[in-house]
Every structure is written in structure tokens, then in C-alpha cells.
């Protein structure tokens, strides 16, 4: 194309954007600036300790075949799954009932240190085992090992002549018995979570390496 007709194609482009523009159709530039990309959320401490792990692959549901309502639903549905697997929870709680006994009883000597190491190992055990829930299984056996060992202590005291009276004013002892209950319920729902994740963790890294072998 020559200078000639470049230029005439200019004058024709203008007068033609002239037109457009006189009758108000002459459409504005875009000077929108583009919008930076969104940078990846690289998360906490927690996050970084803690990555992200996806559900266990080929379960069923475990819900499957519970069809409870109403009001008390979310008790019957962890009765549900209580009952659905209950070694994950009742092995692991005889195991925390080991352990509770041995922390308390020896809790100044290696005894002790080994039987805390045995209590929150069991309760993570339930939550690796307890797949369908592991807070749940965690709390369940840590529950139950608690009221074994409250069940054991207040049985050896009183076959000694032990009286209510020894152990205090009842809502004094009431009062400790929940405390420490609760505070076995957190330890369960931490021991489970972990648990439960260390499985789901486990698992993925294995699926991994099995697909960079292939």
C-alpha cells in the first residue's frame, strides 16, 4: 500500500469516527486498568503445619442406612456411628483407661510420662480407625476410659470404708468429676482430629508416590 493510500485511509477512518461520534455511537476506549491476579493464599502457621488433606477415597457413606429425625438427630446419629464401628472406639478407650490410670497414679516418675504417652496415642489411634467420624471416636474413647477408671478408683476406695464424706462436699466432687471429664473430651476431640488427619494425610502421599512410580 502506498503512502497515498495509507493516508486517505486515515482521512476515511476519521471522518468515519467523526460520524460516529457526532450521533453519539462512537464507543469508548477502554482504559480500564486489568485487574491483578489474586495472589495464592499461602495461609497460616496452622495451614503451613497442617496441609490440607482430602477425604478418604472409596468409602461408603456412613450414613448409609440411618433413618433417625426429629430433635434428638444429632444424638442418635452419633449413636449411629458409635455403633457402626465400635472397636475403633471401645479397644482404643480400654487403652486410654491404661493410660489415664498410669498418668495419675505415677505422674512424677517415667510410669507416668509413658502412660500420658499411651492416653492421647490411643486417642489418636480412634481417630485413624474412626474414619466415619473421628472427633467423635475420639471423645467416645476418651470418655469411656475416664468413667473406667472413676468407676475403678471410687470402687477401691469404698471396698476400704471409704465414705461419700472422704472425698469432700458432693457438689465439690461432682464439680471435679465434669471438670475433668470435659477436659478428657477436649483431649479426645484433639487425639481424634489428629488422628483422623494423619490417616487422610497418609493417604494421599502414598496415592502420590504410587502415581510418580507409574
Known amino acids: 500500500m502506498s503512502t497515498e493510500d495509507r493516508s486517505a485511509s486515515r482521512r476515511a477512518e476519521a ?3 467523526a460520524r460516529l461520534s457526532a450521533r453519539g455511537e462512537l464507543p469508548e476506549p477502554d482504559t480500564a486498568e486489568p485487574k491483578p491476579e489474586p495472589r495464592p493464599n499461602r495461609g497460616g502457621f496452622l495451614s503451613r503445619m497442617f496441609p490440607p488433606a482430602p477425604p478418604l477415597p472409596g468409602r461408603p457413606d456412613p450414613l448409609a442406612g440411618f433413618s ?3 430433635p434428638l438427630r444429632p444424638i442418635t446419629e452419633r449413636l449411629f456411628l458409635l455403633r457402626q464401628n465400635p472397636l475403633a472406639w471401645i479397644v482404643p478407650g480400654l487403652a486410654a483407661f491404661v493410660g489415664f490410670l498410669a498418668s495419675f497414679s505415677y505422674a512424677a516418675g517415667i510410669v507416668g510420662l509413658v502412660g500420658t504417652f499411651v492416653l492421647f496415642g490411643s486417642l489418636i489411634a ?4 474412626g474414619w466415619q467420624r473421628p472427633t467423635l471416636f475420639g471423645v467416645a474413647a476418651a470418655l469411656l476410659g475416664f468413667v473406667i477408671a472413676t468407676a475403678i478408683v471410687l470402687f ?3 471396698s476400704q470404708g471409704a465414705t461419700p464424706d472422704t472425698f469432700g462436699e458432693p ?3 461432682i464439680g471435679q468429676l465434669v471438670l475433668q471429664g470435659l477436659y478428657q473430651s477436649v483431649l479426645g476431640f484433639i487425639g481424634g ?4 488427619y494423619l490417616r487422610r494425610r497418609q493417604t494421599q502421599l502414598s496415592s502420590d508416590q504410587t502415581r510418580r512410580r507409574r
Open 156 to 158: 477401691t476406695f469404698s
Open 171 to 173: 457438689a465439690a466432687v
Open 193 to 196: 482430629w489428629y488422628g483422623g
Open 68 to 70: 433417625g429425625g426429629g
Open 126 to 129: 480412634a481417630g485413624w480407625f
Open 15 to 17: 471522518r468515519r469516527r
